[in-house]
């Protein structure tokens, strides 16, 4: 999927670096496993550039479907020009399992001397029809710091172990 550019009061917000891309992981060999190679289709959500709704928001800034109205969200749309690269990036990432099927990473960014937290959370299946692996970047978004108490620890995992099971069909174990 390519994204159409964004207009808002005539400024135009490209979304460009959101289009789909095909990108090929590599798991280096070790003593008892030999080189392994992942060709993963990536999309990205536009839950990476909106927030959720509010009865406040102007209505111009409304993005998405009656069933999923979002408003758009400057802040997330700029930080999203780091996803590319993060998500290239993930076989040297931390990453954890949320326990819901899907995956965390949290990138640290720094905008004029402020650090920003910034959570990434993806999916990855298989299609069954072209047994390709599919990575989806269902939501990003900068950390709310006053909430962190509220989340629970997720566990961390491979990359690696992700993306082995998830081409051969294994389910991936969620220790809580």
């Not at 490209?14 to 392994?36: G, T, W």
């Not at 990473?105 to 298989?126: K, M, P, Q, S």
């Not at 989806?136 to 491979?158: C, E, G, Q, W, Y």
């Amino acid at each position: 999927m390519a994204w159409q550019p964004y207009t808002y009061h005539g400024q135009v917000f490209n979304l460009a670096h959101l289009d789909e891309f095909e990108h090929i992981f590599v798991q280096p060999a070790d003593k008892s496993k030999p080189e392994r190679t992942y060709r993963v289709w990536v999309r990205f959500s536009h839950h990476c550039f909106t927030e959720s709704s509010k009865d406040t928001d102007d209505t111009n800034l409304r993005f998405g479907s009656p069933k999923d109205a979002r408003t758009f969200d400057v802040l997330r749309w700029q930080l999203s020009q780091h996803l590319p690269d993060v998500i290239r990036s993930l076989m040297q990432r931390t990453i954890s399992h949320t326990g819901h099927n899907n995956y965390l990473t949290i990138e640290i960014l720094n905008a004029r001397g402020t650090r920003i937290e910034y959570e990434v959370y993806f999916d990855l299946h298989r299609n069954p029809s072209d047994k390709r692996i599919h990575l989806v970047v269902t939501s990003a978004f900068p950390r709310d710091m006053a909430r962190l108490h509220a989340r629970p620890n997720f566990n961390k995992i491979r990359f690696s172990t992700i993306l082995f099971n998830v081409q051969h069909n294994k389910p991936i174990r969620t220790q809580r």
